[in-house]
């Protein structure tokens, strides 16, 4: 039974040290370089509410979404009517998310007809009528789509903004979708909102469009822009001292190419100048359509857009094979990388609107983790008191499974980098009363058999064994909901979820575990006659 009994200690001690050996970091930060190599890099993190960050609401414009999945269909179905050779005239969006288009013959329409059956099962028609002897026909989505296009542009609004976010370095941020058109994001650790904010809230819309050249910027600043032209913002940065200087662009409206097709974005420096820039480059499909732009532009100019901005406007002095392209500016390194990180990782497919920020100052975190700390003491305490006072030694044996139960409990956490809330507090102290539950138990079925007159070897034995299947079901039953609490909870509820499920697992451990092997040291090895409980 001794053998046992080792084998059982040698167990616990090595699981109990690996706690401690995860926790050390998390507990001591600023370890003697001599001994920072011996222990882990993990360290338990800190939530929002407890280091400090940021808190959004951000909502979608899925409105825009729509606008530009019509943008989208409109051209598509443009070139499968010249590939069919039917004969038609402006195909074109109107009225926001309706397409319009001119069928010249009633034959047309039949071949239309099969278009969008084939093609696009997403689109129908709204309206016809004969104008001047062509059909017009008015398209719209069908309704069952527009709910399910909605969805889905938030659903790729929050990929896009986690992607971001990742890339920032942000650690255990919290990105979740909230209604129909709103995003929650909290960025824990932030140290600059404003940078977050433009990195999270940029639509990052690449574009390329051709300058016009025909018409007059000058005309078109009072306000008398062409048809199918656009007046854009830029700015021109003087190489000999550095000014920049703010001027406009007239561009075509039509946009050759998006950054759909982007394959990635690296931040370079320039070999002439020492500035900084983005260098991109598209996958097989974008680097055709750009040799394809290229070759039939030669000698024109071609505008870089990002969100509406023209970056730089180069003249296209040969065909550009490969699909590499830069984008330049008066970028500082942290711009520039900035750009690099939201190109990456796509352009956000409507714009986003911030409803509500809220910063988090550190000071106010470390009053949280200062009263929580008290919290659990003051709890602990107080359960450790107790249990000596009501079952004696054996309750010190509880106490320190107890003890036990922590350090393995915020071991784990640090083992696998888990986040810290003031709710994840909550649930350590909950976890501090839980985890004496399962001795509880025990002491009193072992009392029972003490009354009726057992030796303490048998009691203790009777103790564990009636015991233990009403502590396994009561944990299991509190187990689940703790994880449907961590599965659909957010990110308060996540955090107690957290630390309630560890404890819980921990407590089992320690209690049934660890304690069994202190009873039995004592009522085999020992061979103890009287037990104090």
């Not at 689109?123 to 709910?147: A, F, H, Q, Y």
């Not at 909605?150 to 790729?156: D, I, S, T």
């Not at 058109?181 to 819309?205: C, E, H, W």
Request: proline fraction near 4%; glycine fraction near 8%.
């Amino acid at each position: 039974m001794f053998q046992d009994i080792r084998l059982r200690t040698l167990i616990a001690l090595v699981v109990c040290l690996a706690g401690l050996y995860f926790l050390i970091p998390s507990i001591v930060p600023n370890l003697p370089d001599s001994l920072k190599n011996l222990f882990p890099k993990k360290k338990i993190q800190l939530g929002l509410d407890l280091q400090g960050g940021m808190h959004l609401i951000m909502e979608v414009d899925t409105q825009k979404a729509m606008e530009s999945t019509m943008e989208r269909f409109a051209n598509n179905l443009k070139e499968s009517l010249m590939a069919r050779k039917i004969k038609f005239r402006n195909v074109e969006r109107t009225g926001g998310t309706l397409i319009s288009l001119d069928l010249s013959t009633t034959e047309a329409r039949s071949e239309f007809e099969k278009i969008l059956t084939d093609q696009y099962p997403d689109l129908e028609v709204k309206s016809s009528e004969i104008i001047e002897g062509r059909e017009r026909l008015i398209l719209k989505v069908k309704d069952k789509r527009v709910v399910d296009m909605g969805r889905a542009a938030l659903e790729q609004s929050v990929e896009t903004i986690r992607n971001r976010v990742d890339q920032f370095g942000v650690t255990e941020p919290e990105i979740v979708p909230q209604g129909d058109d709103r995003i929650l994001i909290q960025l824990p650790g932030v140290k600059d909102p404003k940078r977050a904010v433009n990195l999270i809230g940029r639509t990052a819309l690449l574009e390329f469009k051709l300058l016009d050249e025909e018409h007059s910027l000058e005309q078109a600043i009072k306000g008398n822009v062409p048809p199918g032209d656009v007046l854009a913002r830029g700015a021109r940065i003087d190489e000999r001292t550095g000014q920049r200087t703010e001027l406009y662009y007239l561009l075509k409206d039509k946009t050759l190419m998006t950054g759909q097709n982007l394959e990635y974005a690296q931040v370079k420096i320039s070999d002439r100048f020492g500035e900084p820039y983005v260098g991109i480059k598209f996958d097989s499909q974008g680097a055709k359509d750009f040799d394809r732009i290229t070759s039939e532009n030669v000698g024109k100019r071609l505008a870089i857009v990002l969100d509406g901005i023209v970056h730089s406007a180069p003249v296209i002095k040969e065909r550009i094979s490969g699909g590499d392209a830069q984008i330049t500016g008066a970028f500082s390194p942290e711009e520039a990388r900035d750009l690099a990180i939201v190109l990456r990782a796509g352009a956000l497919p409507a714009p986003v609107k911030i409803l509500e920020q809220r910063t988090v100052g550190p000071s106010l975190g470390q009053d949280s983790i200062d009263k929580g700390i008290i919290a659990t003491l003051i709890g602990g305490l107080l359960v450790f008191v107790f249990m000596v006072i009501y079952y004696k030694l054996s309750g010190l044996v509880a106490d320190v499974a107890l003890f036990l139960n922590l350090i393995l409990l915020l071991g784990t956490m640090a083992a696998f980098e888990a986040t810290l809330t003031l709710p994840g507090i909550a649930g350590i102290v909950l976890t501090i009363g839980m985890a004496v539950d399962a001795n509880v138990l025990i002491f009193e079925r072992t009392r029972e058999e003490l009354r009726l007159g057992k030796s303490p070897r048998a009691s203790i034995e009777a103790g564990f064994t009636k015991a233990f299947l009403t502590i396994f079901d009561s944990n299991l039953t509190t187990l689940i909901a703790a994880l449907f609490l961590f599965q659909f909870g957010s990110g308060p509820v996540k955090g107690f979820a957290v630390t309630l499920t560890i404890g819980l697992v921990a407590s089992m451990f320690t209690a049934v575990f660890v304690s069994r092997i202190i009873f039995d040291y004592f009522a085999w090895n020992r061979k103890i006659q009287k037990l104090s409980i």
